[in-house]
């Protein structure tokens, strides 16, 4: 099973007037290795990206806040998505289904209970499915490509 190597550390993007409540800038970068520790299949989210984290509808806030045990998952999703918008995919998620897949194993990495697991990648699925633009590529212009390469 893969393995997160670093812990998530964020600042709150509070000065923003539009979006800020919901953004958040990652501090330090967020890495992640892909099927097993030791793989040497690593996403590296840089220092700098923006991330709402996982994309709850309001509505299910009560059961499902956005930042729970899944919110490393959820920016790993958000990344792969954003890169994949930008017609840049990360070798280990060249289309939106792997990097829902992806999401489903740091879920489980991160030990995430059955329901809110299945609740949430069944959410992205059908977001794949409906082909839901991830916004994150709004939030993300300034980012260079070279950036996105693996670690």
Known sequence: MGAFTSEL???HLSGNDQYGWRLWRLAEPLIYEVGCLGSGRVISVHKGFVTDGPSIPPLLWSILPVWGSWGRAGVIHDYLCCLI????????APTRDDADRIFLEAMEVLNVGRVQKHLLYWGVRVGTW?????SMIDY???FAIGQTAVS
Do not use: D, L, M, Q
């Not at 409906?130 to 991830?134: E, G, M, Q, S, Y």
């Open 9 to 11: 550390t964020i600042t």
């Open 85 to 92: 918008a930008r017609n840049s995919p990360h070798p280990e």
């Open 130 to 134: 409906w082909n839901v633009r991830t």
């Open 140 to 142: 993300n212009k300034g």
